[in-house]
């Protein structure tokens, strides 16, 4: 490990990952190299233009950081930072578990002094100025209230902190005080090393299903009573029934990213394989005339950290959309659409939830395995929501299949989603806010005794 520059790595089953600054392998999560893989000149050069940008904003923020702990000891008195808690996601939006829960804390227990941090630009500012106090994301009052507040809750690993790659190693090594809350972004399924005890120490790590809680709390190495069985606070916020419709349906295609793809500059992107099936699948003239026969509407909107490259898809058919984040919300989309379509996006669990039907389509199956994520307690083909298909034909005949049919969820599928989540009683707010005052309580009775 690398200390100078917060550098850190972490030892996954097919590589080393790191997170580091200066390191050219890695963004946050990391990029796995393989043996022997090189780089050409452009891409070296646009990943040392990335990391230069990154030590300038190591230098700013540590200078910020330790102004806001020579001054926190003036400010710690005041009603504005007193028993404060931070609710943050990416610090760029609202949209997942940590606007839910900020939205729940402000209207059913708004004597709570609780501030959700957001950047000034975000599109999803005004909503939640509308329920309570903001602090502008990566604003020395920002720093203050880091240093400062007795519960700091998120959707990611230390995402209520300034910046994620200097924290992350304050967290691990416990210098970040109060009640650290990871309430996460979807259900875990997969082997994710980064979650580990030995890379990450939350207070508190929610899961939603029981089969999920069992998989982390053996496999993660959480002492005991860190990992709780609550749910995602979003689930609170979807319908548990769906109308079905016979044409004028809407069909999402929802694919998430590739490690291998992290720091690659556009032009190695859209000669990758992830790039080229989604392109392929896009002007395909089958896919056009299926959706034209009944009026139905795809909808194509990949993953957050893939959005940077939604300008270089084409598609062949007036029927079909290309979305990003400026113009389209995860959970409205999930709500407001009538098939899902992903490869390996946890996604599919909310889909599920509110029994939809969906198709996997699994193009890299086992590159993805082998570089991206490793296979958890979940398997796909036997404890999947819906068909699972490798090739663009056979994708395209089960949508088929789906849409000329009934567009509902058939067996095995329909008992496989009814039997897998924990609660379906939209009180998964109120779990997880009564779970962080139970932790606070423990805190703070230790410190008195």
Known sequence: MRIWGYCTSFDMPHGRIQDAFFQRKANFYGTVREKGQGKGIGTEMYTKWLHLLNKIRFARYWVMYGLAVFFAKFYQNQTEYKNLWIVSERGVDARDNGYHFFRYVRQMHPEVNICYII?????????????????????????????????????????????????????????????????????????????????????????????????????????????????????DNLPLKSKRKVSGRKILLMPTWRFMLDEKSWRDVVKSPWFQAFQNLLVDS???????????????????????????????????????????????????????????????????????????????????????????????????????????????????????????????????????????????????YEAVLSLLKEEKDGEEN
Do not use: W
């Open 119 to 235: 950047s000034k630009n975000s599109p999803d500012r005004k909503r939640v100025e509308e329920l309570g106090k903001v602090i502008d994301y990566r604003s020395f009052r920002h720093f203050l209230a880091f240093i400062l507040s007795e519960v700091k809750v998120s959707t990611h690993i230390v995402g209520y902190s300034p910046d994620l790659y200097m924290f992350l190693q304050y967290e691990k090594k416990g210098r970040i005080k109060g009640v650290k809350v990871f309430l996460q972004h979807g259900i875990m399924k997969d082997k994710m090393p980064f979650y580990y005890k030995k890379n990450t120490s939350p207070s508190l790590f929610v899961c939603s299903a029981k089969r999920e809680y069992e998989f982390v709390r053996k496999s993660f190495g959480h002492p005991e009573g860190v990992v709780q069985l609550l749910g995602l606070c979003r689930y």
């Open 286 to 432: 089958r896919f056009a005339n299926l959706l034209k026969k009944n009026g139905d509407e795809l909808l194509f909107y990949p993953h957050y950290k893939m959005q940077k490259f939604v300008r270089y898809f084409k598609t062949g058919s007036g029927d079909m959309k290309i979305l990003d984040r400026r113009m389209a919300d995860v959970q409205e989309l999930l709500i407001q659409v009538d098939v899902l379509i992903t490869d390996f996006s946890s996604v599919f669990f909310d889909f599920a939830y509110m029994g939809k039907p969906l198709i996997y389509y699994q193009f890299d199956r086992k590159k993805f395995r082998e570089v991206h994520l490793q296979e958890g307690y979940f398997s796909y083909e036997q404890d999947g929501f819906g068909p699972v298909v490798e090739t663009r034909d056979n994708l395209l005949k089960e949508l088929k299949n789906l849409l000329c049919g009934e567009c509902t969820v058939k067996e095995p599928y329909k008992s496989r989603a009814e039997g897998f989540f924990a609660y379906r009683d939209k009180e998964n707010c109120r779990r997880n």
